[in-house]
């Protein structure tokens, strides 16, 4: 197992004061604000007075300058003990390879290592600040300012158009804008930071991003100056934090060159041109390589292509990382090529588990229950994400696109959530290994046989498909209102081949009876229960169209009441599961973002956008992939 690394705690203590320390200058900036607003408003002459206006706004603007100025300063102070902790860090490293040194390799380095220089600190701030680092929190601040004394003159448009209707009088005039004003001032929304793209953050998010994102990349600033100060080149992005982001998943590991160039290893730059150290990235510490000690590492390393290379398939950055990651359990730990892939595949799932908030000690006793058969079945279903359960859900793998999800409960012992996987497993291996029983291989032959002769029969007889037609839509019309999934496996006669299949609370697999009875050339019919109250499900799941190029069907189709999708195979056939699956990933982040522009622009609903979200990459890539998908519409019910 490889040791991954943990956090460091200095670190993660500064940004956590630091960012309880903007809020609390926010809060405390608010109020100010509001203080200002009412004090100078009760006056009497704001909505007569052009000057006493003008009088709160500049009072507004002096909050917010202080309010801004107290958060540059929490983030002034962030800079200078996060330079100064990196900085000790990769001391303490490198003191650390000295005396590894002295002992192992009987070499000794009296040379001085360098002390921290306070000027480090204004350069750092200017770093993360370009052009303005007495400023670093304008950048929130100036757009509040402007949201809130917009906000506050459209009161003053409001009241005076009123005022001149009804006929007020000055006074009438004064205490209907104070309410105004009072009102608007309180309006928390004014006070919430907003990018360029126009979303609004919800401000402990954003303070979080910006402390996260700033004391990254003055920690690596610093670590980095340290070592090329002392001559060293090499360090090590860590292999330490389970993440979601593909990117940073492929660089996991990686040596990287932090003083010139090489051929052999990508540079800082290059990695973070790739999208590593990206804002809001958990790779936030770099780690010391030594020429010397870690030599082993540097020559495995190089013999593997840099992820820059295949900067545009994600899937090809990964399995670089399996195969360099199962290279050195051979080289180190003297395993067979079969047994170091199936660590690596031990490595993915205790990753996922960490990162469902399982903890790393009850992750790694749930992986170590496994057998390595067991471990291989699981990475042939797909390597699961894993979720404690929420109020009135079931434990249970709920399968789908690149593994699922496992719902487990937080207290759950690490056997109970072994036996989840497990359980599942059975499952797929009674269905999938089924036919290939050999007792049952005869039953088999016996109906590819009598299905070749009935499909030749249909062929001739029932060449139109009308009765299929007309099967299809009995059969969508009885399942629509069903609250669960029901599975219906039709004949090109239209006959139903077996008995029809309920599903469980969170969907399910075909069932092996109609696995045995054969689903080549048939038409797999079920419905998608949730629509949202519109009578719009979601498209076909990437799963059921997997499911119908594995299983070489007809057709498949998802109904709702009011829409129906259906894929089935082109002329040359259904694509390679592998090549849908590809298409599905390649398209899936584009139209996320088609999707959650729509939204911001009040086009649609998130509930929409999720009904659409399937639906949209099919669209996209059906084409391509040699298949037809139509979607039948039906009228309102």
């Not at 009088?55 to 958060?71: H, I, N, P, S, T």
């Not at 590492?297 to 195969?323: C, G, H, S, T, Y």
Request: charged residues 30%.
């Amino acid at each position: 197992m490889r040791t991954l690394g943990k956090p460091d705690i200095k670190l993660k203590a500064y940004q956590k004061d630091t960012g309880e320390a903007l809020a609390a200058a926010l809060k405390n900036g608010i109020r100010r604000v509001q203080d200002s607003v009412a004090a100078m408003s009760a006056r009497g002459n704001v909505a007569t007075n052009a000057k006493a206006r003008q009088g709160v706004f500049d009072a507004v603007k002096e909050q917010l300058e202080r309010m801004q100025e107290d958060m540059t300063a929490h983030l002034q102070k962030l800079t200078a003990d996060v330079a100064k902790d990196a900085h000790n860090k990769a001391i303490s490293q490198m003191s650390d390879v000295r005396s590894k040194k002295s002992k192992t390799l009987m070499t000794s380095d009296l040379s001085p290592l360098t002390s921290y220089d306070p000027a480090r600190t204004e350069r750092y701030f200017a770093f993360i600040n370009p052009g303005n680092q007495q400023r670093l929190a304008g950048v929130f601040t100036d757009r509040m300012e402007d949201s809130v004394l917009n906000n506050l003159r459209m009161g003053y448009i409001a009241v005076a158009r009123q005022a001149a209707v009804e006929g007020w009088t000055n006074a009438e005039t004064n205490r209907a804008l104070q309410e105004d004003w009072h009102r608007r001032s309180g309006n928390n929304n004014l006070y919430r930071f907003v990018d360029r793209s126009g979303r609004a953050w919800e401000n402990a998010q954003y303070f979080q991003m910006q402390v996260r994102t700033n004391a990254s990349r003055v920690w690596q600033a610093a670590f980095v100056d340290t070592l090329t100060e002392n001559g060293f080149k090499y360090a090590r992005i860590p292999d330490s934090y389970p993440t979601k982001c593909d990117i940073c998943s492929a660089w996991a590991g990686r040596i990287i060159v932090v003083a010139g160039e090489s051929k052999n290893y990508p540079t800082r730059d290059e990695a973070e041109e790739a999208g590593v150290f990206h804002p809001n990235c958990m790779h936030t510490t770099l780690e010391y390589i030594d020429e010397l000690l870690d030599k082993d590492e540097l020559e495995l390393q190089k013999d593997f292509p840099v992820p820059n290379a295949d900067m545009d398939n994600i899937e090809a950055m990964n399995a670089v990382k399996d195969e360099m990651d199962a290279e050195r359990y051979i080289r180190e730990d003297g395993m067979t090529r079969e047994q170091a892939e199936t660590q690596v595949m031990r490595d993915h799932l205790e990753g996922e588990l960490r990162q469902g908030i399982v903890g790393a000690d009850r992750a790694s006793e749930v992986v170590a229950s496994f057998s390595d058969e067991e471990i291989r079945a699981i990475n042939k279903e797909g390597m699961p994400s894993f979720q404690p359960t929420k109020k009135g859900e079931d434990d249970g793998w709920n399968h789908g696109s690149a593994g699922g999800i496992v719902r487990y409960d937080r207290e759950a012992a690490a056997d109970q959530i072994a036996d989840i996987l497990r359980n599942e497993i059975k499952k797929g291996e009674e269905v999938f290994d089924l036919i290939n029983r050999e007792d049952l291989k005869p039953y088999v032959e016996k109906i590819k046989v009598e299905k070749e002769i009935k499909d030749d029969i249909e062929t001739k007889v029932e060449g139109d498909g009308t009765k299929l037609k007309e099967a299809i839509q009995s059969a969508r019309d009885d399942i629509i209102h069903e609250k669960k999934e029901v599975f219906v496996m039709l004949d090109s006669d239209g006959s139903e081949v077996t008995e029809r299949h309920r599903s469980g609370k969170h969907g399910g697999r075909i069932p092996a009876r109609f696995i045995m009875e054969g689903t080549e050339g048939r038409t797999f019919l079920h419905n998608h229960p949730t629509d949202f109250g519109t009578g719009f499900a979601t498209s076909l799941s990437v799963d059921d169209v997997l499911a119908a190029s594995r299983l070489k069907m007809g057709s498949i189709i998802a109904c709702s009441k009011r829409r129906d999708y259906e894929m089935r195979p082109g002329k040359n056939g259904w694509a390679s599961p592998a090549e849908i699956q590809k298409a599905y990933d390649n398209a899936r982040s584009d139209v996320w973002f088609e999707l959650r522009k729509r939204e911001r622009k009040g086009r649609i609903t998130e509930e929409q956008g999720t009904q659409l979200f399937d639906h949209m990459i099919w669209k996209r890539v059906y084409k391509q992939l040699g298949m037809e998908y139509i979607v039948h519409r039906h009228e309102k019910e």
